[in-house]
Structures are given as C-alpha cells and as structure tokens.
C-alpha cells in the first residue's frame, strides 16, 4: 500500500499566522445601529428582530467602521440580490470579523464549497451533494430519533430541564460525528470548537489562532486514523474523493472536514431550541401542533423563517455604488437571512408567528448557489426532535424567562433554555 | 394544467417535493425532477401550488 503523504505535513491552518489583513478590534455599546452596528454585542444577541426592523424602515443598508468596515442589508430584496450576485461579492470568508483573509484565497477559500467563489465552488459543492440528499440523510433518521428518546429518558424524575443543554446540542453533535465517523464521545470536545471558531471573533488574534489550531490538529488525528482504518462513512470519502483527476488537497480534505463538523452544530441546535423556546412561550400554538401533528412541517418551515439561525458573511469584491450605498473593496456584508425573514415586504405578518403559514419562501437556508448543503439534514433532526419531544412532553414552559441565554454572533439559538416539565 | 422546474434557479431546497410528492422527486444531487410529464389531476392542483408559492428561488412555472 502506498503510503498517502498529502498529510504528513503541517497544515497551514495549524502553523503561524497566516496572511492577510487583520484590524483593530472594537468592542462596547452601540451608539447607533445604522452607522455602529456590530453582531457580537449583547443586545444583538438577545433579541436582534427590533433592531432589524427599526433599520429596515430608516436605514435599510447600515453602516459599522468595527470589523474594518462593513455593511448590514435588512431588506430581503436586498439580501437576495447580494445572495445571488457573485461577481460582486465574495465569499472568500463567511464570518465577519477582524481578520480578512488575502484575495488569492479565492475562489477555493478555508472551507470549500462554503468559501468557494464561481467557478471552483461548483466542483466542490458537487462532490457533497450525494451525500446530503433527503434521501441519504434519511438513512440517519432512525438513530436520530432514538437518541431523542433516550434523550428524553434521561429526563425521568426532573421537573427542570435545560432544553438547549441537554437535549437540542446532542442531536446534531450525535448525528455528524456518526456521518464523519468521529468517536461519539468526542461530542463535547466540538462544542468547544464551534464557539472558539463562531463566537470568538473579537479575542486577541493569537488567542484565536491558537483556538483554531486545537480544531485543525483534531481533524488531521482523525484523517490519520481513517487512513490506516478506511471505512463508510465521510471522512474516508473526502480522502479519497478526486477533482478534475486528482486527489484533493490536505487543506480542502480538512477544510471541509472543519466545514461539516462546524456548520452542522450550532445551526441545528439552535433551530431545535428555538423553536421549543417559542412553543413553552406559547401555549396555544403548543396545544395546537400536540393535536394536530400534521401541522408540524408548516410550523417547523414557521419556525425557521421567524428564528432562522443563520446570518453569513461576504466580502465586497471591487469599490462600488451599490443600492445608493458606497460600498469598498474588502468591506463586509452582514448577510442576514433572519432580516430577509422578517420584511413586511415579502412576508404579510412578517413579524408574528403563523404556524400554519403556507405561503413561506423563507430564506432560512440562504438563496442562490450556495444554498445550505446540510438542509434536509437540518430539516431532518428539526422534525424528528420536535416529534419525539411533543409525543412524549405535551406540557411545558419556560422556568425561568430571564435565564434564558443566546449564542453571541452569526449562528443565533438559546444556549440555555430551563423548561418546565408538567 | 403542468408543472416545470427552471434547472437555472433550482438549488435543491426540496420544497417541491416536500411538499407535492406526486409531482416532484429528487435526482441523485438533490435537485427536483418533475416525475413524468408534469401534468396535474384536478386532485393534485393545491400540491402543485403550494409547490410554486413555496420555492424560494422562484423555480417551479405552472402552465
């Protein structure tokens, strides 16, 4: 057997700081959010949807000089069209910060496809779509919903549960360690990396280096481990999988490895949390979907346009005008799915929630090419756990409103959420 | 009455055939195929339009 040596040495990720641009870090209050905006304020975290719509109504295109500039669309007019359009805007890095990484990153990006630009992304996005269809992530359908249950054993005997610690997290953790083939109890470990790579964007840049070095040295331990121990499951297929007739790179092997394993967490632990935070806050519409579990696929799509997790990030391309704004070269775009959601001019009762909606092209999984690779997955976990949970607990309410806490940044869920079991 | 999918705008969200079974499948990479010619009974109108008013890339056309 011929010895792989794409991975013998050092990733780039995992050594000294790469290049690019990195800026001052700003942190503090918000004066204004048209012309201050930042994501990572407490405010933000704890209820984004007035801001959103104070800005969508006096200043649809907000302005932030933290992050070294950048821009934040409310509208979903304007979200769609910057979604769509890239020619314009990169996607070379997705989470706004304060490091930019260089121009010739592009068009392959850290994470391919996620920050792949035309004409690599397609290639790279290609390689995963068999494995993402609903049809082949319905085959982790069975083992999702018994851990649900066993979940939900677990809660045996407690009146108090914490609804986004002991249940919501474990799902998505559970489910991509098995499609990755990574050992299940190394769940908690990947809590740890989804908030050093999403949540700590304004530490000091040798703290996050380090940080995301810890993610990028885990992953190669396990290519190491399925290269001497191949097997089904995707990391074995990302080793071997070939573009234009080789190999792929060491980099976009763990890359993307970095790319499943992150972007399938948060995201989906906090449309689960989310959506139990909304029916404990509501008993009619909880009594209702109890009742009549037909409802749930048009409650749960509700759900995702009223609390959709995911904000991304692009980067402008060249200096230009752009819907009456003065866009830069290499500002940011805040692309907010979550605004799209909520535009009275898209959605009538933009900002209730209507869990028999059934006109609802939300934008929760973005639009255009880079359309989320995980959503039947998401959607999968979403409604096996929220069949399990209302089979097995009809009545429920938050304990404690003010214990409620949210993820601070791009990925917004309840990351403590104590309920009431009755 | 028949139904069509724009291959340009599809990106495989699913909603078609999530939503009218009967109408829609999915190919190997998750984009919706409309299954046989795309014609709609009478019985099978409300799928198709939930169907179209769901996509959210605007890719299904009825005719």
């Known amino acids: 057997m011929s010895v792989d040596n794409r991975f013998t040495q050092d990733l780039p990720e995992s050594e000294e700081e790469p290049e690019g641009i990195r800026n001052e870090i700003i942190t503090g209050p918000v004066a204004d959010w048209a012309t201050d905006f930042s994501h990572l304020e407490s405010e933000w975290s704890a209820d984004p949807y007035p801001i959103q719509d104070d800005l969508r109504q006096r ?191 060491a980099d976009h092997v763990v890359g993307t490895m970095a790319l499943l394993l992150i972007a399938g967490i948060d995201t989906t632990w906090s449309a689960i949390g989310s959506s139990l935070w909304h029916l404990a806050k509501n008993p009619a519409d909880r009594r209702r979907l109890t009742a009549e579990p037909g409802l749930l696929p048009a409650a749960m799509e509700e759900f995702l346009r009223a609390y959709a997790p995911v904000t991304m990030a692009r980067l402008v391309k060249e200096d230009m005008q752009w819907h009456g704004v003065d866009m830069k ?94 | 009455m028949k139904v069509q999918i724009d291959p340009e705008r599809c990106q495989g969200h699913g909603r078609c055939y999530d939503l009218a079974p009967g109408l829609f499948g999915d190919d190997e990479e998750g984009y919706g195929q409309v299954l046989g010619d795309g014609t709609v009974s009478p019985d099978q109108e409300r799928e198709a339009r939930l169907a179209v008013v769901n996509c959210p890339e605007h890719a299904i056309e009825v005719t």
């Open chain 1, 59 to 249: 200043c649809p295109i907000a302005h932030t000089d933290r992050f070294g500039g950048g821009w934040l669309p409310t509208r979903y007019e304007d979200v769609a069209a910057i979604a769509y359009d890239t020619e314009r805007f990169s996607s070379r890095s997705i989470i706004m910060g304060n490091f930019r990484p260089p121009r010739d990153i592009a068009p392959v990006g850290g994470s391919p496809p996620i920050s792949s630009d035309p004409p690599f992304h397609q290639h790279a996005r290609k390689l995963l779509l068999p494995v993402f269809t609903k049809t082949a992530v319905s085959r982790q359908e069975p083992a999702t919903r018994a851990l649900c249950h066993e979940l939900i054993n677990a809660f045996e005997g407690q009146d108090v549960v914490d609804a986004a610690r002991d249940y919501a997290q474990h799902i998505p953790v559970r489910v991509i360690a098995a499609m990755l083939g990574f050992p299940p109890e190394d769940g908690l470990q990947f809590r740890g990396f989804v908030e050093d790579l999403l949540e700590g964007i304004n530490l000091p840049p040798d703290e996050r280096i380090e940080r995301v070095g810890r993610l990028f040295e885990y992953l190669l331990a396990q290519v190491h481990d399925h290269l001497e121990h191949p097997r089904e499951d995707l990391t074995s297929y990302l080793i071997d999988a070939e573009l234009f007739g080789h190999k792929l790179q």
């Open chain 1, 329 to 422: 070269a290499d500002d940011w775009i805040l692309l907010s799915f979550p605004a799209a959601n909520r535009d009275p001019a898209q959605f009538g009762r933009a900002g209730e929630v209507v869990i028999d909606r059934e006109v609802n092209r939300h934008a929760a999984f973005g639009l255009g090419i880079h359309r989320c690779l995980g959503s039947h997955l998401a959607r999968m976990e979403l409604r096996v756990a929220l069949e399990a949970w209302l089979s097995r607990i009809g009545e429920f309410t938050l304990d404690d409103p003010a214990a409620v806490t949210w993820s601070a940044g791009q990925i917004r869920g309840p990351r403590t959420l104590p309920l009431r079991l009755r």
